[in-house]
């Protein structure tokens, strides 16, 4: 089980470890014995001499239970690897798991209970921005920590929230530079569900192409969700002729949209098209053949070619089950645990207000993840890469593109 | 298009077409106050057809209606009714699970509006009135009675019985008799020639017998027109009336 | 006092089942869950003002609605824009680039409070909204097809299909409605923090009272000869016509009045769970509400609150144990209600007790009126008016 | 509009014509198995959705099979797969009128319900069995891809095969109802139940046999969407709304509305989709639907019949 991405995660924590104690403290334990529950659990969270209660909060009924079950999964096998490595603060994790059902309203309720009932010390979980900002209250005032995996809309800077995806800046602008630059592209198509996480992107989109890049948007649509019939919308790209269609459509509309596509004749060799939508999730319903050429923009693909990643999908395969994808939500929501991990004993505690504020410094850092290396930023997201890769058959896409790490800017001047 | 009359019920040139077919075709009647006039004809006359374009649960192509010089063909089912004219279904239209007494206080014509009827009260005089009706409809010792349990012949009876709660000047009604025994039959006779006075009454019915105890004139429809009108000897000795019951 | 004891309580029976719910509602379960658990039973609670409106409205009027998450959105949202108007304060809102107006409004490029928000600054003008808008939709929405008789299945399809349109147009219109997130992060009323222990105890016997008063409304229009009209008009409406009655004027107004209690369910919802979203507008929450209603009886007022307490525990407890199997239960739960037990639970407990109380008296002879009632109640239940008139017209 | 040649706007033009008319053929299909059950029996069926679905996860199931043992024979089995979808779907069908719906004849509201539970239970059957994914049948080779009559113009092949398909379907049910005796039976027992039967017409037979066929339509529409969109757990409720409004705004007794209904729906539809954003075209074109049906509640035909 051992593998070697967590032989090194847990190298590098010992390292930040024992560089903390040295650095700010006289008393220097050894790095396995459990300091005292009194000194590391001061607000009364569920910390035993011998472990720690975390939550993890996803729907595993309803409509997004399959989104979510890839998260959930990741988040276990980090549990896990920290524990066989001897857990945190020499505190095994143990998981109080809840399930928000797809419902808004639920995952605020099951939110209360974990932190009012168990008490827990951090909370992995939530999917949809809606389950997000129905939950957000509840951490706010009860003062929980919510490790968020889905890379999502921004504009949202919360204390009790560590952000573990891209925010839209991120995923956005270093794809359409690159498309920009390599297709040689002046005009876009930008097609979308109807919801606030398309139609913020597409803003941002828009704003980078017409102000930085000195492109034109040549249409601009939203169809509703679980929409199927794309036939119209088709034809006006027909007539816009764009350089680039840049697609965020989900769900159900998602499948119809790429087939569809297809169908009119619109395929990878004749059109380029971006999409921020598609992970290897998704590829499993829309087919690969559909999407072949096309090209998504992710943080994170399956494919990647590291020694942390490879170590990373079989552990996950191992766990899950062979046939099991890897989404970049999936390996965001991987990285919860050990961003908790880091923060947790570079605080010396498990008291949120303090966990946050040893996030803050702007310096926990993960060498092993398996999209590589990413850092924490002061405003709670993480610096990361972006990518663009392109789609072939199989349902797997290699990586054309590579960014260097960006800072995450969720409140992105210019850009609202 | 017509003119003043001292009838209470004047249809003229009356015409109503279904995809093109006339079930009803220039029909013209007049009806008396204080008569009792039966319609008879064979199945398919437009006699219950002739009823609906009264009461106004189907609008006619063309002609008029006038209810005491009252055009009725654009007033709406409620409004005619509020006007004064009563109607009995050929099935018995009550409400099967509602006691003998809840049916009457429904039809009773007091809180017909949306906010009257929350502000009904059941007041003696209201009591009085049902249990007055009830006894001419011979069911004043059924009254608590669900009305699902009444025999076919009382079902008849109660729904005349709410008609008569409204007091209307036009009572029509489609076959009163049907489904009922011998003795039934003959109340009914007697409570017919009874509630006519004041008021005038029509109806439908195809038991010549009892149309013959009833009636003071008779109209014979067919393929929705007047084939024949008067008294009952005369229509019956008609050779077109023959013919038509006889076959050709 | 006869008053208040026949029209509102409806005699002794109906008397002991409200002091029954009351105390289930106002004492037992404050007693004995712990705050969490109250505030879910406080949220089941505001189903249950829709399924007491669709007793109404379906059970006696026979008028099924599958669009009651409408007035329950309405209702919700109305409230949620008041207290999101509250929580805006151009001091919490400073970061953004207009203060003082919605967060997502901001997001979305709107400079300016739209016209209709501003109303909302007033928490007077928000009650009467919760309740008059509403109503006034129905009407609008009844007049139109209560007028040319459109009823039964059509009716069902086509506020089905106005509950869709209204979700789509919340999602769509994010800038003016916060979108598929709904309207979030709502805090205090009045500068009172909804979100405190002590304001969630209170707000749930706002509701629990609330909803016993809708109740009582309820019974006295049942009561009242306003409902004997209704059940009159389920099973003949046609007679009713004749009788002199304006039928389609007894339909808008008990439509209207479902509406408006529905949105009563709605705004409660939106204070005790602390936010709206278009998920509670659309068909599916409308035709759950609906089985809350059939479950506990189509024609018992109180029974729609057990129906809706009953279903909302077992989704809780089944998706919490086995989730794969709730939605074989609830599926299995509308079939069953629809084919064995058309009167809910009500129906069964009328059936039994009565049965029962009836043999007690009657030593062993159970009388052949309550057996016939209760015959007859089947059988009228099943003769629900389905045809639009107008086609026969 | 500037800037396009006459030949590039007459292109669109053919497309787009062509767009309207492939939402038609689809509109139509889903809607025509509703038609027959709603308007010859009166009986709403709230998991119509769920029979397509029932087709559309045959045609995946008899994708991965043949893939699996006789990948040879990809080319064919699509055609396969709709004769077995309508099968599988009409046999489930015929089951469900015979344990549910025959019982509830008589209270046609409680039959939406009866059948809103089965569609539950279909979804949930679906998760458990294909689970909550998306799936997609891999498309025999010459339904993908585009016809090309001019440079400029792609008509889509899945949307000319779904034109041609509805064609066939909405032809042959015209045969089965108005051509054939067993139509003739059919049409006889929705006028007057008591009579058929008392002429020797097996009404509960006729009954069964009309849902069954109905629910086999749906398993031809749900096989033949395939082609152009996803098979999901819960895709059919995503059909259902759209499906009924097909109907009650033809008229429920007349499949010659329920034509003219697909019709000026997917036109309109696809027309103001292509001069509006997609979610304003689709609040508009159902609003304009339900304000019509408060204006006109008997649908655009309808039999006006004496009583």
């Known amino acids: ?416 | 298009m017509s003119s003043e009359t001292d009838f209470t019920l004047a249809i003229e040139d009356l015409t109503v077409s279904f995809d093109g077919f006339k079930a009803v075709n220039g029909l013209s009647m007049y009806i008396d106050r204080n008569e009792l006039r039966v319609v008879i004809g064979p199945n398919g006359a437009g006699k219950t057809t002739v009823l609906d374009l009264i009461c106004g649960k189907t609008k006619a192509t063309s002609g008029s209606i006038k209810f005491k010089n009252h055009e009725l063909t654009n007033l709406s089912e409620h409004q005619i009714v509020r006007a004064g004219v009563g109607r009995k279904f050929q099935t018995p239209s009550i409400y099967e699970n509602l006691s003998v007494f809840e049916n009457l206080e429904i039809s009773y014509p007091k809180g017909r509006g949306v906010f009257g009827s929350l502000a009904f009260e059941r007041t003696a005089e209201v009591e009085a009135r049902i249990r007055e009706v009830a006894a001419d409809i011979f069911l004043e010792d059924s009254l608590e009675m669900e009305a699902a349990l009444l025999s076919h012949g009382q079902k008849q009876w109660l729904e005349i019985g709410m008609l008569l709660i409204q007091d209307p000047e036009l009572l029509m009604l489609d076959e009163p008799v049907a489904g009922m025994s011998v003795r039934e039959r003959e109340q009914t006779a007697d409570l017919l020639n009874r509630i006519c006075q004041g008021r005038s009454v029509l109806v439908i019915e195809h038991d010549m017998e009892f149309v013959a105890r009833i009636a003071h004139k008779v109209t014979v429809l067919h393929q929705g027109m007047i084939l024949a009108e008067g008294s009952m000897d005369k229509v019956q000795n008609d050779p077109k009336v023959i013919e038509v019951y006889l076959g050709h | ?393 | 509009m500037g800037g396009f040649s006459y030949e590039e706007l007459q292109a669109i033009l053919v497309m787009q014509g062509f767009a309207g008319l492939s939402l038609f053929s689809v509109l139509l299909l889903m809607a025509l198995g509703l038609a027959i059950i709603f308007g010859q029996m009166g009986v709403i069926n709230m998991a119509h959705g769920e029979f397509m679905a029932v087709g559309a996860y045959t045609t995946y199931m008899l994708s991965t099979i043949t893939e699996t043992y006789v990948p040879g024979f990809m080319n064919y089995y699509f055609v396969f797969s709709i004769i077995a979808a309508f099968l599988v779907a009409g046999v489930i069908g015929y089951f469900l009128e015979f344990s549910l719906i025959r019982h509830l004849y008589k209270r046609p509201l409680d039959t939406l319900l009866a059948t809103w539970g089965v569609s539950l239970i279909m979804q949930q059957i679906f998760r458990s069995v294909f689970g909550a994914r998306e799936v997609s049948p891999t498309l025999p080779e010459w339904l993908m891809g585009s016809y090309q009559p001019t440079d400029t113009i792609d008509i889509p092949l899945n949307g000319l095969f779904v034109l041609g398909l509805t064609a066939f379907v909405t032809g042959a049910v015209f045969y089965l109802m108005f051509k054939s005796r067993w139509g003739l039976r059919v049409r006889a027992t929705t006028q007057n139940r008591l009579m058929s039967g008392a002429v020797g017409i097996n009404t509960k037979m006729v009954d069964r046999l009309t849902f069954a066929l109905g629910c086999g339509i749906a398993g031809i529409a749900g096989a033949a969407f395939t082609t152009i969109a996803s098979t999901g757990p819960t895709t059919g409720s995503l059909y259902i709304v759209d499906t009924f409004m097909v109907v009650v705004f033809g008229g429920a007794a007349s499949l010659f509305g329920t034509i003219a209904s697909a019709f000026s729906i997917a036109q309109a539809q696809s027309i103001m989709e292509f001069f509006l954003s997609g979610s304003m075209a689709k609040v508009l074109t159902l609003l304009t639907i339900v304000v019509i049906l408060m204006l006109r509640p008997e649908g655009l035909f309808s039999i006006k019949i004496r009583k």
């Not at chain 1, 099951?110 to 979980?125: M, Q, Y």
């Not at chain 1, 921005?129 to 490790?147: D, H, I, Q, T, W």
């Open chain 1, 1 to 416: 089980m051992n593998t070697q991405a967590t032989e090194g995660l847990w190298r590098h924590a010992r390292k930040l470890l024992v560089a903390m104690s040295l650095g700010g403290s006289l008393a220097i334990g050894p790095v396995h014995a459990a300091p005292p529950t009194a000194d590391v659990n001061t607000t009364g969270l569920a910390v035993t001499d011998s472990t720690v209660k975390v939550g993890i909060l996803h729907s595993l009924t309803g409509t997004m239970a399959i989104s979510e079950t890839g998260a959930q999964e990741a988040e276990k096998l980090a549990i896990q690897q920290i524990n066989d490595m001897g857990g945190i603060l020499g505190r095994k994790i143990e998981i109080i798991q809840e399930d928000g059902a797809s419902d808004w309203p639920t995952f605020a309720e099951k939110s209360r209970k974990l932190l009012v009932n168990d008490k827990v010390a951090a909370v992995f979980g939530c999917w949809t921005s809606a389950s997000r900002k129905a939950a957000l209250p509840v951490f706010e005032k009860e003062n929980g920590l919510l490790y968020y995996p889905t890379f999502y809309e921004g504009l949202e800077q919360s204390h009790n929230v560590i952000y573990t995806g891209q925010e839209a800046t991120q995923q956005i602008l270093a794809g359409l530079d690159w498309v920009a630059k390599e297709k040689g592209a002046k005009t876009f198509y930008l097609i979308g569900s109807d919801y606030i996480w398309p139609r913020t992107s597409m803003k941002i989109a828009r704003k980078h192409i017409e102000n930085v890049l000195g492109g034109t948007v040549v249409g601009e649509e939203y169809k509703p969700l679980g929409d199927t019939s794309f036939g119209s919308v088709i034809n006006k790209i027909r007539l816009r002729k764009p350089d680039v269609i840049y697609a965020a459509v989900v769900g159900g509309s998602n499948v119809a949209w790429f087939k569809q596509l297809k169908a009119a004749g619109i395929t990878g060799q004749k059109q380029t098209l971006l999409t921020i939508s598609v992970t290897e999730d998704e590829v499993l319903g829309i087919g690969g053949e559909n999407l072949e050429g096309f090209y998504s923009v992710m943080k994170y693909f399956q494919s990647l070619d590291n020694e942390n990643n490879v170590a990373f999908v079989k552990a996950f395969k191992e766990m899950h089950g062979k046939d099991s994808v890897i989404g970049d939500v999936t390996q965001a929501a991987y990285l919860g645990p050990w961003l908790w991990k880091a923060a947790v004993e570079k605080a010396g505690s498990f008291d949120v207000d303090k966990v946050v504020a040893a996030s803050e410094q702007g310096d926990i850092e993960l060498h092993t993840a398996p999209e590589g290396y990413v850092k924490l930023h002061p405003n709670h997201h993480l610096w990361s890469k972006t990518r663009v890769a392109q789609w072939s058959k199989d349902g797997q896409a290699k990586v054309v593109f590579e960014s260097d790490l960006i800072e995450p800017n969720p409140f992105p001047e210019g850009y609202q």
């Open chain 3, 1 to 393: 006092m006869t008053f208040f004891y026949d029209k509102l309580l409806g005699g002794k029976q109906g008397a002991i089942g409200l002091a029954i719910i009351a105390l289930l509602i106002l004492v037992v379960f404050p007693l004995t869950l712990d705050l969490f658990r109250l505030n879910l039973v406080g949220k089941y609670l505001t189903y249950a003002f829709v399924a007491v409106s669709l007793v109404l409205l379906w059970g006696y009027g026979g008028i099924l609605s599958l669009g009651q998450g409408i007035f329950f959105g309405l209702g919700g949202y109305g409230m949620a824009m008041f207290l999101k108007l509250e929580a805006s304060d151009p001091e919490s809102t400073k970061i953004q680039s207009t203060p003082g107006i919605p967060d997502f409004m901001d997001w979305n490029q709107i400079t300016e409070l739209p016209w209709f928000w501003v109303p909302f600054e007033s928490f007077g003008f928000t009650l009467l909204a919760i309740l008059t808008i509403p109503a006034l939709f129905a009407f609008i929405i009844g007049f139109a097809m209560f007028k040319r008789r459109v009823s039964g299945v059509y009716f069902a399809i086509i506020t089905q299909a106005i509950a869709l349109i209204l979700t789509v147009l919340i999602v769509g219109q994010q800038g003016y409605t916060g979108g598929i997130n709904g309207i979030t992060d709502l805090r205090t009323l009045n500068g009172w923090d909804i979100r405190d222990d002590s304001s969630k105890y209170i707000l749930y016997f706002i509701n629990a009272f609330l909803l016993l008063g809708c109740v009582l409304v309820g019974r006295y229009v049942l009561t009242s000869k306003f409902g004997r009209l209704l059940l009159a008009m389920r099973d003949k409406e046609d007679r009713v016509r004749f009788s002199g009655y304006d039928v389609s004027n007894f339909k808008i107004f008990v439509f209207c009045l479902a509406a408006m209690m529905s949105a009563i369910g709605g705004a409660m919802f939106t204070l005790q769970v602390g936010f709206m979203s278009p998920s509670f507008v659309g068909i599916v929450p409308s035709i759950e509400m609906v089985i809350f209603a059939a479950v506990g009886g189509r024609m018992s007022l109180i029974g729609a609150i057990y129906g809706t307490l009953l279903v909302n525990y077992g989704k809780t407890v089944f998706s919490e144990s086995f989730p794969e199997v709730w939605l074989f239960l609830m599926g299995g739960l509308f079939i069953a209600v629809v084919m064995f037990f058309p009167n809910g639970l009500a129906g069964i407990y009328e059936k039994y007790s009565k049965r029962l109380f009836s043999c007690l008296r009657n030593g062993g002879d159970c009388g052949r009126r309550v057996t016939a009632r209760i015959l007859s109640f089947r059988t009228k239940s099943r003769a629900t008016d389905d045809r639009r008139t107008g086609e026969a017209a």
